[in-house]
Each structure stands twice: as structure tokens, then as C-alpha cells.
């Protein structure tokens, strides 16, 4: 009898859940569509008039069901969990193991420093929303999101073509490797990567947020660029034409520095005549190239690919995918198919052992 009320108490409480949270992003999204309906051909004067201030945005996340978002929970947490400790452990070994302080390490150093902000601007938020019946984030939270997750996702593209030059060197240049790959190129490097990610997020952020924006219901679990566009009643033709020039840049100039590097790797390995010289200078390219695969896949599907209908779902999965799974991955790809990463490991767990 006991356990039967508990789930009747839970059934109610799931099904009091949903409904609060319907009622609310519907009510959300009459009281918009009733007071903000702008016609694009109307004198910007009338706009700004009707136009009204949002002080905070409701985030609608990945589902309204109860049962689904606690699945969701459990499932990125322990995701969030595998990055945290996973990229804190990358640091460390780089750090404690003078071995790993080369070119190829700092650069995944900053790599997994980026991963780990990365996931602590998403993350967080994520799992206090997924246990909250009222999804809402105030407007300059949004805003400061929006800035830091662009900001170290551009930098994190930029920073795989950083690396990918890196591995052009030493499968290319290898007796002028450590004098090309001096340290002050490898710290210019990673600042440049940092400022132009810093800096194209900036411009994005001025521009998409001193648009009028007629709703606060965000189809997302976070701020992000494409969705918080869809809230605006002005013309967004030049954001949209900026957001263009913005992967251009972010994603494809990193993309083409990759390909170029990785096809002049390719044709060093093939002149190599040993397997086993091939299988060496293969492998210290086979993490980076998987990586990179992945991100800028995921990436370059998302924001130069084609619009449809069902899209923005999918733009949701693959924001997940990147803002989580990729910052998961990054750490175990790395260690896992690198054996200096693996003897530093044992190393440190001997130490402490």
C-alpha cells in the first residue's frame, strides 16, 4: 500500500510537472505572439514603440517530458563528470611529466583547458534546468553565455589547425622540428587562437543582441546563436550574411590549414619505405585527425549546412554532441591511443599508489 502511494505521488507530481511546464512555455509564447507581431515593412519608429524589454529568456531544453528529463539528467552528468575529470587529468599529466612538454602537448593542454570551460558555460545550467519546472536564464546570463561558449568554441577550431601545423612539422620537418616549433611560436599560436575566437565571439554577440527581440521563449537548452536569431522581429539579413562570414572564417580557414596539412603528411608518409616507419609517423597524427573529424563535422553541419524543417532538432543534437560528447571524447581519444599519455598515467598512479 505504501509503495502504491508512492507512485501515485510520483505520477502526480510528473504530470503536475508537465503541465506547469506547458502552461508556462505556452502562455510564454501567446503573450509574444499577441503584443510582438512585427511586419518587417513597418517604419522602424512603430517597431521601437511596441517593442518590449526582455529581462529574462525561457529555455525550453531537449523535452517537456518528466521521465525523460531525468534520464537526461543522470546521462549528462555523468557525461559532465567523464569531462571534468578527464581533461583535469590531461593537465595534470602534462604538467607533473616533463616527457609530455613538447609542441604537440602544449597545444592539447590548451586544448583540454578550452574543452573544460567549454563544458562548465554549458553543462551546469543544463542540469539545474533538467530539475526545474520554469526554464528561465536572466537576459545578461544569456548574453554572457552566448560570448563565452562562442568564444571557446571558435578558439577551439582554430586551435586544432594550430595543432594540425604542428604535426605537418614533425612528420615533415623532423630535424627542425623543435627549432621551427620554438616556444615563443607555440605561445604566439595559442594566443592567436584564444584572441581571434575571443574576438570574432564578440562581434557575433554586438550584433545579435542589439537586434529587437520580440520573444524570450528559446527553442534550446542554451543560448546559442542560431536560436536566439529566430527571437528577433527586425531584419536579420545581415546577421545572417555575418553568422556566414563567421563559419567562413571559424570553420573553414582552420578546415582548409587541416587539409593542406594533412595532404602534405600523407604524401611524406607514402615516401617513407619501412611499415614500420609509416605506422610511427601515422600515429602521431591519428588523434588529432579523429578529433578533428569529429568537431568540425558536427560543427560545419550545423552552421553552414542546409536549412529545414526539422533542423532545428537537430541543431539541438548536434549542440549537444559538441558541447558535451566532443569535450568527453577529447580526453580518452588522446590518452587511449597515445602511449607516452598512457606511460605518464602509470607513472602518476604509481607515484600515488
Given at each position: 500500500m505504501l509503495r502504491e502511494g508512492r507512485n501515485d505521488s510520483g505520477e502526480v507530481f510528473a504530470l503536475l510537472y508537465k503541465a506547469d511546464y506547458d502552461n508556462l512555455a505556452e502562455e510564454q509564447m501567446l503573450n509574444l505572439h499577441g503584443n510582438n507581431l512585427f511586419d518587417s515593412q513597418k517604419p522602424m519608429g512603430q517597431e521601437?514603440?511596441?517593442?518590449?524589454?526582455?529581462?529574462?529568456?525561457?529555455?525550453?531544453?531537449?523535452?517537456?517530458?518528466?521521465?525523460?528529463?531525468?534520464?537526461?539528467?543522470?546521462?549528462?552528468?555523468?557525461?559532465?563528470?567523464?569531462?571534468?575529470?578527464?581533461?583535469?587529468?590531461?593537465?595534470?599529466?602534462?604538467?607533473?611529466?616533463?616527457?609530455?612538454?613538447?609542441?604537440?602537448?602544449?597545444?592539447?593542454?590548451?586544448?583540454?583547458?578550452?574543452?573544460?570551460?567549454?563544458?562548465?558555460?554549458?553543462?551546469?545550467?543544463?542540469?539545474?534546468?533538467?530539475?526545474?519546472?520554469?526554464?528561465?536564464?536572466?537576459?545578461?546570463?544569456?548574453?554572457?553565455?552566448?560570448?563565452?561558449?562562442?568564444?571557446?568554441?571558435?578558439?577551439?577550431?582554430?586551435?586544432?589547425?594550430?595543432?594540425?601545423?604542428?604535426?605537418?612539422?614533425?612528420?615533415?620537418?623532423?630535424?627542425?622540428?623543435?627549432?621551427?616549433?620554438?616556444?615563443?611560436?607555440?605561445?604566439?599560436?595559442?594566443?592567436?587562437?584564444?584572441?581571434?575566437?575571443?574576438?570574432?565571439?564578440?562581434?557575433?554577440?554586438?550584433?545579435?543582441?542589439?537586434?529587437?527581440?520580440?520573444?524570450?521563449?528559446i527553442n534550446h537548452f542554451a543560448c546559442e546563436t542560431l536560436a536566439v536569431l529566430r527571437l528577433a522581429c527586425g531584419d536579420i539579413s545581415f546577421n545572417k550574411i555575418m553568422v556566414a562570414v563567421s563559419g567562413f572564417l571559424v570553420l573553414m580557414l582552420p578546415c582548409s590549414l587541416v587539409l593542406f596539412s594533412y595532404a602534405y603528411i600523407v604524401a611524406a608518409i607514402l615516401r617513407i619505405r619501412s611499415m614500420q616507419g609509416r605506422s610511427k609517423a601515422f600515429g602521431t597524427c591519428a588523434s588529432h585527425l579523429t578529433v578533428v573529424c569529429m568537431c568540425f563535422g558536427a560543427s560545419i553541419f550545423t552552421y553552414l549546412g542546409p536549412r529545414s524543417a526539422s533542423s532545428v532538432e537537430e541543431e539541438k543534437m548536434v549542440a549537444l554532441f559538441y558541447a558535451l560528447v566532443a569535450p568527453m571524447l577529447n580526453p580518452l581519444i588522446y590518452s587511449l591511443r597515445n602511449k607516452e599519455v598512457m606511460a605518464a598515467l602509470w607513472k602518476v598512479l604509481e607515484k600515488f599508489g
Open positions: 521601437k514603440k511596441n517593442q518590449t524589454w526582455v529581462n529574462e529568456f525561457i529555455l525550453l531544453g531537449l523535452s517537456s517530458d518528466w521521465g525523460t528529463q531525468v534520464s537526461l539528467f543522470v546521462l549528462i552528468l555523468a557525461m559532465y563528470l567523464v569531462t571534468f575529470v578527464g581533461n583535469s587529468l590531461i593537465l595534470l599529466l602534462i604538467r607533473q611529466d616533463s616527457r609530455l612538454h613538447t609542441p604537440m602537448y602544449f597545444f592539447l593542454s590548451v586544448l583540454s583547458l578550452v574543452d573544460l570551460c567549454y563544458a562548465n558555460s554549458i553543462a551546469p545550467q543544463m542540469l539545474a534546468h533538467l530539475l526545474s519546472a520554469k526554464k528561465s536564464i536572466p537576459f545578461y546570463s544569456c548574453v554572457l553565455q552566448f560570448y563565452v561558449s562562442l568564444a571557446l568554441g571558435g578558439s577551439e577550431f582554430f586551435l586544432l589547425g594550430a595543432m594540425a601545423y604542428d604535426r605537418y612539422v614533425a612528420v615533415c620537418h623532423p630535424l627542425h622540428y623543435t627549432v621551427i616549433m620554438h616556444e615563443g611560436l607555440c605561445l604566439r599560436l595559442a594566443t592567436g587562437c584564444l584572441v581571434a575566437g575571443f574576438t570574432n565571439s564578440l562581434m557575433e554577440t554586438i550584433i545579435t543582441f542589439r537586434l529587437p527581440l520580440c520573444y524570450n521563449v
